[in-house]
């Protein structure tokens, strides 16, 4: 079983959704990465998706674009990136994690060599934003091959016809973008996510997790209550950023709002429950 299966039959075991947080590698420095992906994993974070930086992420909001350029200012690279990874396998030999990004900086040295990189580093999982599933080959043949999860998204506007192309080929989990547009600037309706989760489900045995815009652990916790995984990549960033400009500590940070969120989402089913 992948790490990225068992994680997620461990918290369907314990009748709660799974915490996917989202970093930027790099972001504020190469050196600080490490220390902040672990602040995540030691405060209830399930699984890790590691952003590459680019310098036209077009499918994300302001606070992401500007780790972006952050990252590319602290000069991090195809290899610092697959270095975090390896060394943040070494630490947690058991957290699922997925490298998330662009097909620029995926494929420039060619699919084969970025699988083959990406699974000696010990990556679970690849997210490419703009490569279309009727581009697999482009990616998702070589990252299949090595045995990681091609991981998909779908959308407010995938109809059941659209699904069906997605999920050809996709494994680990569909990625549910909850509004259309950029990350973190907007929030769905707890009622469109829900209509929408059942759409899918519908259609597929894969656990969903849902992201894009959320940001507190009160919509965490609303989303949490249906989905298997809420995805939060805005706010941890945020935090990011906020704690830099401020001359402290990003870690403490991001410790505080990933227990904030985990407890919400561990907390969700119980409470709908009663």
Do not use: W
């Amino acid at each position: 079983m992948s790490r990225i299966a068992a994680t997620f039959a461990k918290t369907k075991k314990e009748n709660r959704a799974a915490l996917i947080a989202f970093l930027t590698a790099g972001d504020p420095s190469i050196e600080a990465t490490p220390a902040l992906l672990d602040s995540l994993v030691e405060n209830g974070v399930d699984i890790i998706e590691l952003g590459m930086p680019f310098s036209d992420p077009m499918a994300d909001g302001p606070a992401i674009q500007k780790a972006n350029l952050r990252a590319l200012a602290a000069k991090t690279g195809y290899n610092d990136i697959f270095r975090i990874a390896t060394e943040f396998r070494k630490r947690h030999p058991e957290t699922p994690l997925i490298l998330m990004g662009y097909a620029n900086p995926m494929t420039f040295k060619g699919s084969d060599n970025f699988a083959a990189s990406a699974k000696e580093a010990g990556v679970d999982g690849i997210i490419c934003v703009d490569i279309p599933p009727e581009e697999d080959a482009a990616l998702g043949v070589s990252v299949r091959e090595k045995g990681m999860d091609m991981i998909r998204l779908a959308t407010p506007t995938s109809d059941e016809a659209r699904l069906k192309i997605i999920l050809d080929g996709a494994s680990g989990f569909l990625y549910y973008v909850s509004v259309a547009g950029v990350t973190g600037l907007q929030q769905a309706t707890e009622a469109s996510i829900e209509a929408a989760l059942d759409r899918i489900k519908a259609v597929t045995d894969l656990p969903v997790a849902v992201g894009f815009g959320i940001r507190s652990p009160e919509q965490a916790a609303a989303i949490a209550k249906k989905a298997d995984a809420v995805v939060v990549g805005s706010a941890f960033v945020s935090c990011i950023e906020k704690a830099v400009a401020n001359h402290q500590d990003p870690n403490a940070a991001l410790e505080t709002l990933a227990k904030e969120l985990s407890t919400a989402i561990s907390d969700a089913r119980k409470e709908a429950a009663l």
